[in-house]
Nanobody, 118 residues
Framework: QVQLVESGGGLVQAGGSLRLACAAS????????MGWYRQAPGKKRDMVAI???????YYADSVKGRFTISRDSGSSTVYLQMNSLKPEDTAVYYC????????????WGQGTQVTVSS
């Protein structure tokens, strides 16, 4: 069973930074698009950032220039560096994966809470 294990959430003041990490097995990591999504209370889950096996990245407009997704092949870990955080970034953040030719993510982590205070 594929597992994605997130870590790094927490409480931070507006303008601060956090880094989220998502650990996967090496076989999962090497062939899948990896992504970060978030869901705020009462809202649907939205894409934040995606990185392909080749390192191409995609971002939601709301986080461009503030968030950076990256992947470390040595540790099979995907990171989301979040800078200049805003209260509206408050949400549960989920790691996910899919095969590159699939339209939808097929496996999700348990989620990690990020809270940004004003």
């Amino acid at each position: 069973q594929v597992q994605l294990v997130e870590s790094g959430g927490g409480l931070v003041q507006a303008g601060g930074s956090l880094r989220l990490a998502c650990a996967a097995s090496a076989t999962v990591f090497s062939v899948n698009d990896m992504g970060w999504y978030r869901q705020a209370p009462g809202k649907k889950r939205d894409m934040v950032a995606i990185i392909t096996p080749g390192g191409r990245t995609y971002y939601a407009d709301s986080v461009k220039g503030r968030f950076t997704i990256s992947r470390d092949s040595g540790s099979s870990t995907v990171y989301l560096q979040m800078n200049s955080l805003k209260p509206e970034d408050t949400a549960v953040y989920y790691c996910a994966k899919k095969r590159p030719w699939e339209a939808e993510m097929d496996t999700w982590g348990q989620g990690t809470q990020v809270t940004v205070s004003s």
